[in-house]
């Protein structure tokens, strides 16, 4: 019991909480009945009233109902394949896509926009796609075509 002179404290009975004298000198008892309404909630379509009617936020609501009527509308998502877009559409922030996907450009391992790279095995060409200057890669690679 939360009171040292109450028994029953907070005990149910049909809905209510009852209190009874401990002290034999006191005789008495109350009783008081817990809320049991719930909330009233309206009745239309929309968010607000879906949540409510959900026992849910309304940011809940429209994160697992995006398209009722009263979420903002979804975001818009680019498709590049970078952090900035990728994060989006995965729901994420950037950083939270980076850390679990740091090779992806856009995050701090690479570069934040992606290169177009020609294919041919050339210096120009291969030191492009590895990330690094003609010369580091001449350096490490001088047998390459054009080195």
């Known amino acids: 019991a939360a009171n040292p002179g109450m028994v029953g404290c907070d005990s149910q009975q049909q809905g209510g ?10 005789q008495w008892m109350w009783w008081r ?6 909330p009233a909630c309206c009745r239309a379509m929309t968010a607000d009233c879906l ?4 026992g849910v936020s309304k940011a809940q609501y429209c994160a697992a109902n995006p398209q009722t009527a009263g979420c903002p509308p979804p975001q818009a998502c680019c498709r590049a394949f970078t952090a900035t877009c990728m994060s ?7 950083a ?5 996907n740091p090779g992806m450009v856009g995050c701090d391992s ?7 790279c020609c294919r041919a095995m050339t210096a120009d060409c291969l030191s492009c796609n590895s990330g690094t200057s003609k010369a580091q890669y001449c ?6 075509l054009g080195c």
Do not use: F, K, L
Request: with cysteine.
């Open 17 to 26: 909480v009852i209190a009874v004298s401990r002290e034999a000198s006191e």
């Open 139 to 144: 350096a490490a690679n001088p047998q390459t």
């Open 96 to 100: 939270e896509y980076c850390a679990a």
């Open 51 to 54: 949540s409510c009617n959900s």
């Open 110 to 116: 690479r570069p934040t926009q992606p290169r177009a």
């Open 88 to 94: 989006c559409v995965a729901g994420q922030t950037e």
């Open 33 to 38: 009945p817990r809320p049991t309404q719930p």
